[in-house]
Structures are given as structure tokens and as C-alpha cells.
């Protein structure tokens, strides 16, 4: 193979060079520069299939000039701003980048997972690093040359970012997250398509012949593939989906094992509104958008087809994805598509077939089976889905069980909730209380949230299920109140209902009802993938509740995918470090460093943190070591009724090891 095949000239980018993001200052730029060249070597030698030895050397080369690099810049910052809050943002944003790559390097996953993850951060920290932090420090430098205060300097160039400098920015981070997702792949594509070119020069040297007519059989494949793409999405058609199944089928026969697969006909519902509404073009437009949407929901191996007009076919490899694959599509159709200043969301009915024993020729009978399937889907449960197996169909009708016994179990009011106590390790102060649900099933006893939220995670019920823990939270307020024992109280919010957009609203006339409850003692906990959908959308609902004076937390920091940026924009006042950091602290030296690693990043977004799952008096001991304060669990106490925590609370002592921290 040629060696300069594989040099920096023929190379695509993963992180291209843009002019918007020179500075001004000549050696920043070059600094930067150098700081891209390294990323885009890296995102080559992982494309090209390199040894981990490699990959990981050219890491340690981007992180020790990183390092070097940010040394250099901050002189300069320093220089003109001194120790203005700007100076210090910056800096705090340069350990944010070391501690979250500490995290991804050590956290769980194959060197190919971590370092896909580590591409995707990498690519969106710098943009945003450059573009927003680094240009608003030279642009503020150069107004302060102008004469202008630190203060007068922030203020202009805080002005000149708000409009279309402002849209740059997002436009260009949305551009490199986009190539972060992408570029690796077609990477790989261009290194096979290079070695393809390599074998198929060494069959020309070999046989001229036999390599052309294979090239012009090749040229013939690709032309007839045509026949199988439905042009409008670039999705299969009809024939293209029969010939994928047909060709799995036929592995199947081959190879005499079995397989779990099913075949899905999905319909929109109500398609022909947003056609008549908006008018075809954009109703294509709109096809577009959710045929995106839905590839980026499927699983690996997953085909989906476009067979009609808001027909689809989805063929999954594994039945036991079939659940939450449809729930993922029926989640991202929920999130509002903005189309001539409106938002269209969509919801779909499917009919689903499990593919067992068959054989080739079944592929056609497989999916007017889905199709028929479908039709009964329509007229019996428009807007969720069927099972043409028996089996399959039992455990829907399960579902529709558990869903109606939840919907009588909040007219009869059975449901509990109990309280677990969250305590300051150091100094023993209680500082709140988490609501937790429990079902009072008139035949199962006492049943655990995981034995029906995951019912309900994507089902309007989940609202109804919020606003009754809600309202049941603060009405236990009161009762404590009467008692002398004034608390906070977090309640656990579901994506659904954060995102619906009535949330603010209705949390608005909840509160009214108990009037004597200062709001700030209500803590809403959300977790990442709540607002993951629309994050503007998110921190608008967010903000809107904290005017009502609630506060908000994140529930299972550090388990999440999101970028440090995205994480920095939440409003929230208090982040929770997820159980599995504490627990694996104790008795491993690579979790103890992992769970520092997420401290110092929570120390480092300058919120409030709390760890949950202590379990130990020696995890609590860690904590403390780390500084960590505020936690809860079983170590603490178990969620208890509402009525026996005036007396914990007044029997409740720190372990003797804890109070040793004071």
C-alpha cells in the first residue's frame, strides 16, 4: 500500500479549519491551530484502524499541548484582565476539559467506544472554546485598548455576541457536532475505498480482464441498486426492504439457526392534516427530518424502509429491542418540528410481526402480515401497537393491564410515597427529604417504582402520575408543618412531563393550592435525558418554574453523554452524583479516582452536589475525604412512611467516623 495514500494531504477533517475562529492574536491562533492538526491526526489514526498504543500516544501529544497551550493563553488573558470574573471563567473551563476527559478516558467500554465518545466532546469543546470563550476574551482585550474598563469591555462584547455573532456560533457548533457524528465514518469509508483501489490495481496487474468485467458486474449491482432507494429520504423502498429480508432469511437457512427478528408497519397518524396544512413540499420537507430522527433511534442492524407516502417498515434484529426502539421513535416524533412558524409534532400506530422458521419466499407474506397487522392496530389502538404473536400480544395486553390499574390506582388514591432523609454527613443537619412512590396494589401488597414506571415512561399517564406526587408532596409539607418540622422536599419529574409544554402552567396553579408552602422548598430533580430533546425549549420551562421560585437538580450526574457546554447552560441549582460513582469507591482504586474525578467536575460547574446510594459507613467516609457533604441512603435511612420521620429526625446522630471530618 502506498504510503502517501495515507498522509495529512489526503485526510478528510474532522475538525476543518474556519476563518471565524482566528482571534486576532498570532500565536493563540497558531496555538489553536496546532491544537486541530493533533485532533484530526487522531481522528485518522482511529479511522484507519491503528493499535490502541498509537491512538493512545497521539491522545497524550493533544492533551500535553493542550496543557502547554492553555499555560501560554492564560498569560495573556491574565496580562489585560487580571482576576475579573471572565479571567476566571476561562480558567475553570480549562480544568473543566482535563477533569471530563480524565472521566471518558477511565470510564467504562471498549477503546472504540471511549474514543468515538472522546471525538464527539473533543469536537464541540474546541468549537465552542474558540469561537465563544476565546474570541470574547480578544474581542473584550481589544475594547479595553480602546480605553474602555473591563466592566465597559464585557458589556460591548456581550452586545455584539447577542445577534448574529451569536447565531454563528450555534450554526458552526451544530455544524462540527454534526461532522463529530460522521467524519470517523467516512474516514473508514475512504481508507476501505483506498485499499479497495489498491486490491483492485494488483487484479489488473493479475488479470486485466477478469478486474474489468468484475468492475463493470459491480457498476450493473449499483445501478439495479438504484431500483431499491425511495428518493425522496434515501431510505429502502418496498423492494429494497423485501430484498433485506429476503437476504437475512436466507442467512438464516444457510446457517440452520434460528432468529428473533420482527418486522414493524408503521403508519403516521393523522398525516394527511400536516399535508393539507402545510402543503406538500413542506410535508416532504417534514418527511425528511423525521426519516433523520428515526435513523438516529434505531438500533445497529436495524433497517427502516419508506414504502408509501407516511408509510414505513422497520425490521429489527432483535424482539427484545422491539419496545423501546418504538418508544424512542414515538418520543422523537413528540419533539415539536418548527415548519413555517409552527410546530408539528407526530404520532404513529404499528403492527408487529415476529419473523420465526421462515423461509425466503415468506418475505412478501412477512409483510402483509406487519401490513394487516397494522390495519387492526388502526381500529383498536390508534396510536400505539400490536402484536400479531400470541405471546407477544399477552404481554401487550399486560401492559394495558398495568396502565389501567394505574389509572384506577389514582382514582382510588393508592399510591404512597415515602421519604428519604438527605443529611449533611459533616454536621448531621437534615437538609431534605426525596419523595419516593410506592403502589398499594389491592392484590400484589406494597409494590416498588420498578415494578410499573417503566409502564408508563412514554405514556401521558406519567403527567398524571407527576402532578398527583406533587400535590401529595406538598400536602405532607403541610402536615409536617403542623409538627414543627419544616423540610425541603425533592420530587422526581419524568421527561414527559418536563417537556410537555403546559408544565410551567400547571405547576403554577399546584403551587396556589398550598399557599402556606414557600415554593423554594420544593426540589425538582430531572435527569440529562429529559431535556436532551430541545434544549432551549428545556431551559425555557426550567427557568419559567424557578420564577415561581422552585429550584431544580440533576438527578444522575455524571452518567450522562452531554457535553460540558451543554451541561453549563442547565439553570439547575444542585447536582446528584449518581449511586454507582459511590459504590464502587470503596473497594477499587479506579472508581475512587473516577468518583474524585466527577466531584471536582461537580466543584467545578460551581452548584450544590449531593451524593446518593451511601450505603456504608466508609463510602460516607470517602465522601467526606472527597468534599462531598450531602448525601443519602440506606446507610442514612431506608425511605421511610411520612409519619415516622418527625421522629428520626430527632433521634438522627452521624456515625462517630463522620463527625471526625468536622
Known sequence: MAKSQFDGSTTFEIFPWNRNFETGFGDIDDQHKALVEILNRLAWHFASDASEMTADRVMDELLSYASYHFQFEEQIWDRALGDSEMAKNHHDNHQMFFARIQMLKQGP???EEKLTELFDYLTKWLAFHILESDRRMALTIRAMDQGLTVGEASEKVDSELSGSISVLVSALLEIYGKLSASTIQLMREKMA??????????????????????????YQIQLEALAFEDPLTGLLNRNGIVQALRKQLQGIGQSGSGWSGAVVAIDLDDFVMINATLGEDTADYFLKLLTRRWLDSIPSGAR??????????????????????????????????????QQVIVEFTAGIVFVVEQTVSDADSLLRKANQTLFLAKHEAKGDWLYLDAEEQGRYRAR????????EALTRNNFRLLYQPKVNLRTGEIVGAEALIRWQHPDKGLMSPGKFLPAIEHHNLSISVGEW????????MQRWDQQNLEL??????????????????????ILKEFPDINPSRLDLE?????????????????????????VFSLDDFGTGYSSLSYLKQLPVETLKLDREFVSGAENDLENHSILRSVIELSRVFRKQFIAEGVETVRQGEILLELGC???????????MEPEKLPAWVASWRPFPEWLKHR
Open 109 to 111: 467500554g471498549s477503546h
Open 193 to 218: 475505498r483506498l485499499r479497495t483501489e489498491d486490491e483492485l490495481h494488483r487484479l489488473q496487474q493479475e488479470q486485466i480482464k477478469e478486474a474489468l468485467d468484475n468492475q463493470a458486474s459491480e
Open 304 to 341: 427502516l424502509a419508506r414504502t408509501g407516502g407516511d408509510e414505513f417498515i422497520l425490521l429489527l434484529p432483535d424482539t427484545s429491542e422491539i419496545e423501546s426502539t418504538l418508544e424512542a421513535l414515538r418520543l422523537s416524533g413528540l419533539q415539536a418540528f418548527h415548519l413555517n412558524d
Open 400 to 407: 394495558e393491564i398495568i396502565l389501567s390499574g394505574i389509572r
Open 469 to 476: 406526587v406533587l400535590r401529595e408532596s406538598l400536602r405532607q
Open 488 to 509: 425541603k422536599v425533592s420530587v422526581n419529574i419524568a421527561a414527559l412531563h418536563l417537556q410537555s409544554e403546559a408544565f410551567p402552567e400547571t405547576l403554577t396553579n
Open 526 to 550: 430531572i435527569l440529562e435525558s429529559a431535556t436532551l430533546g430541545d434544549l432551549g425549549q428545556a431551559v425555557a420551562t426550567i427557568s419559567a418554574c424557578q420564577a415561581l421560585g422552585v
Open 629 to 639: 457533604e450531602v448525601a443519602q441512603g440506606y446507610a442514612i435511612s431506608p425511605p
